[in-house]
């Protein structure tokens, strides 16, 4: 069996549990979360979240790509999220003082050139600043608020950062 496989059982395992239940499309906090994909961070418990709380858009390393900007646009304008929350964390796996290291790591076993930025960073709370600063200054986003914080993949604290 697969890891796949193994999701299959468990969903069949979580539709006998939790039946169906009509949610809302919109988000009940109007809350948007820009984060890492990293498997570590459990949002829902770490933040009191619930299913149809808030919409978590992730990726490697929490980046405001054009396709986070894209969800981010879409969340607010079709949904009505108001606020978001950049979540950058811990020992993170792009959290490396050169991105050029890194890059050529990755070429060299892909064989190949990669046609976009990585997004390495050397400091995890001017990385999230500049998250933060880059949303804010978006023309197509309009969120009420955008505050930034990293989370300690170990102890579980979310710490907001300044600035």
Known sequence: MTAIDDVLLANDAYVSAHGHRALATEPRRRLAVLTCMDSRLDLFGAFGLELGDAHLIRNAGGLATEDAVRSLVLSQQLLGTEDVMV????????????????????????????PFALGAFADVEADVRATVATLRAHPLLRAREVRGFVFDVDSGRLVEVAG
């Open 87 to 114: 979540v950058h964390h811990s020992r993170c796996g792009l959290e490396h003082p050169d991105e050029a290291i890194v890059r050529d790591r990755l070429e060299a076993a892909l064989g190949q050139p990669l």
